[in-house]
C-alpha cells in the first residue's frame, strides 16, 4: 500500500503563526537536509552495490587470474612429476645397490660355507 502524504511546512508553520519568512527559511532547511541525507544514502548505496559493468569487470578480472593460476599449477604439477621421477631413478639405483651388495654376500658366504665344508670334510 504506497500513499503519498503531501506535507508543506510552510503551510504548516504558517497556520500556527510563524511569520512567512521564517516558515520558508525552516522549509528550505527542511528540504536541504533530506536532500542531503538522500544523497548521504545514495553514496552509500553507490559503495556497496555493483552495477552491471563492474561485474562483468569483475568476471573478466576473475577469469585472468583462473587462467594465471592454471598455467601456475601446471608448471608446479610439471616441477613435482620431474621430482617424482629423479626420486624414483635414486631408489631404483639404491635397490640395485643393496641387490648387488646381498648377491655379493652370498656368493662370498657360499665360498666361505664350501671352503669351510672342504676343511671339515
Known amino acids: 500500500m504506497n500513499m503519498r502524504v503531501q506535507l508543506s511546512m510552510f503551510e504548516a508553520l504558517t497556520e500556527i503563526g510563524v511569520k512567512p519568512d521564517a516558515?520558508?527559511?525552516?522549509?528550505?532547511?527542511?528540504?536541504a537536509a533530506i536532500e542531503a541525507g538522500q544523497d548521504a544514502v545514495r553514496a552509500?548505496?553507490?559503495?556497496?552495490?555493483?552495477?552491471?559493468?563492474?561485474?562483468?569487470?569483475?568476471?573478466?578480472?576473475?577469469?585472468?587470474?583462473?587462467?594465471?593460476?592454471?598455467?601456475?599449477?601446471?608448471?608446479?604439477?610439471?616441477?613435482?612429476?620431474?621430482?617424482?621421477?629423479?626420486?624414483?631413478?635414486?631408489?631404483?639405483?639404491?635397490?640395485?645397490?643393496?641387490t648387488w651388495k646381498l648377491v655379493t654376500f652370498v656368493v662370498v658366504i657360499n665360498g666361505a660355507m664350501l671352503g669351510l665344508f672342504k676343511l671339515i670334510g
Open 23 to 31: 516558515a520558508r527559511k525552516v522549509e528550505r532547511q527542511m528540504e
Open 44 to 98: 552509500e548505496m553507490y559503495e556497496q552495490l555493483a552495477t552491471k559493468a563492474d561485474l562483468a569487470e569483475l568476471r573478466l578480472a576473475t577469469k585472468a587470474d583462473m587462467a594465471e593460476l592454471k598455467t601456475e599449477l601446471k608448471a608446479d604439477i610439471a616441477g613435482v612429476k620431474v621430482d617424482i621421477s629423479e626420486m624414483e631413478s635414486r631408489l631404483l639405483r639404491a635397490m640395485n645397490d643393496q
